[in-house]
């Protein structure tokens, strides 16, 4: 089975809805997990990101379970299965005091927070039947996903016969820079060989990863002006 790891709803279609799309399509069973799909807790922090994030997204004020339901409909566009953790997103983490670890949206691409590290360790082990797992490589440089990729490379530890890639997240990919730094702060903290892969997919499956995203209606401004400008951005970035 091959294992996609989305720090959050959208990430693994974003980064990989195209590969996605063309392993079911060739028989191959895929399981999305996303990891930071959680309850946010109430009362929720009190923190200029939680407001900005709330306003963007319109969900109202607990949208997990609206992204939930946009995750479900974009993993049925590519004939993927689903699977949603209870750890809840890095804006809504707090210690004992209810202190937010990320209270600003410039505190989410920093380094993750020291009593936050310890999450890789109550993170459920993948299925027996796990093959090929895919982690975010850290491009943006986001909390959750330094928090996935670290974790994937404890499951590299424990689980030998896995085969783990590295996928690049789109859009925060389309720039250089923040692909680089990525790859020198990877080499940095494991010893690995990494070996570049590009997967080369057909029409079909560009209009695939495009409908998915579609799906995720809630995030779309966060990027984009409308789902047009995605779909133009997208596939200008595949070519």
């Known amino acids: 089975m091959h294992v996609f790891l989305s720090p959050h709803f959208d990430d693994a279609v974003l980064g990989c809805g195209g590969l996605i799309a063309d392993l079911t399509e060739h028989g191959q069973d895929v399981l999305v997990i996303t990891i930071m799909a959680g309850e946010p807790p109430s009362p929720l922090p009190a923190t200029p990101i939680v ?20 995750d479900w409909q974009a993993l049925s566009c590519l004939k993927a299965q689903a699977q949603h953790l209870e750890i809840p997103d890095c804006v809504y983490r707090t210690n004992a005091d209810g202190g937010a ?5 410039e505190s989410l691409f920093a380094n993750v927070h020291p ?8 993170l459920p082990a993948l299925p027996e039947t796990s093959s ?23 499951v590299r530890r424990d689980r030998a016969g896995v085969s783990l890639r590295f996928y690049e997240e789109y859009p925060y990919s389309v720039s250089e820079e923040a692909r680089t730094r990525a790859l020198n702060e990877l080499k940095q903290i494991a010893a690995l060989q990494l070996n570049e892969e590009r997967v080369t997919l057909s029409e079909a499956q560009v209009d695939a990863k495009i409908e998915a995203i579609a799906c995720y209606r809630s995030q779309i401004s966060t990027f984009w002006e409308d789902v ?12």
């Open 101 to 105: 670890f990320y209270p600003s949206e």
């Open 228 to 239: 047009d400008d995605m779909a133009h951005s997208t596939r200008m970035a595949m070519t």
């Open 115 to 122: 009593d936050d590290e310890r999450l890789i360790e109550t």
């Open 132 to 154: 090929h797992l895919y982690v975010p490589l850290g491009v943006g440089h986001h909390v959750d996903h330094q928090i996935v990729r670290n974790y994937g490379l404890f």
């Open 51 to 70: 407001k900005t994030l709330h306003q963007r997204w319109g969900a109202g004020y607990n949208p997990v379970a609206v992204r939930r339901d946009e």
